[in-house]
């Protein structure tokens, strides 16, 4: 078992930065994947980022690349999200995930543990 929490959420103004972690308690989190996944009320939960359990790995979705950035840091069982020029669509309860085994790592019915999520909100 792994134990997720996130914490860093949040109220920023549209083009300010957040960051948000993830930290892990439990069996050794380096053997696992990491994502950033977020989720409107009612809609489909929506792939954000992911890391592969090296670190040497990543992946973002096309709204994202250029402004989010994952890390990992194995020693300390915990992973990030840096969000920058954030924009009010950005704005959602964003879900820190894992799950071992090679990719894709898009699918959220491929992870096997969550943490309980944390709220980012941009504002206009």
């Known amino acids: 078992q792994v134990q997720l929490v996130e914490s860093g959420g949040g109220l920023v103004q549209a083009g300010g930065s957040l960051r948000l972690s993830c930290a892990a308690s439990g069996r050794t989190f380096s053997r696992y994947a990491v994502a950033w996944f977020r989720q409107d009320p009612g809609k489909e939960r929506e792939f954000v980022t992911a890391?592969?359990?090296?670190?040497?790995?990543?992946y973002y979705a096309n709204s994202v690349k250029g402004r989010f950035t994952i890390s990992r840091d194995n020693a300390k069982n915990a992973a990030s999200l840096q969000m920058n020029n954030l924009k009010p669509e950005d704005t959602t309860v964003y879900y820190c995930?894992?799950?071992?085994?090679?990719?894709?790592?898009?699918?959220?019915?491929?992870?096997?543990?969550w943490g309980q999520g944390t709220q980012v909100t941009v504002s206009s």
């Open positions: 890391i592969s359990w090296s670190g040497s790995n990543t």
């Open positions: 995930a894992a799950r071992e085994g090679a990719g894709p790592y898009y699918y959220p019915n491929r992870y096997d543990y």
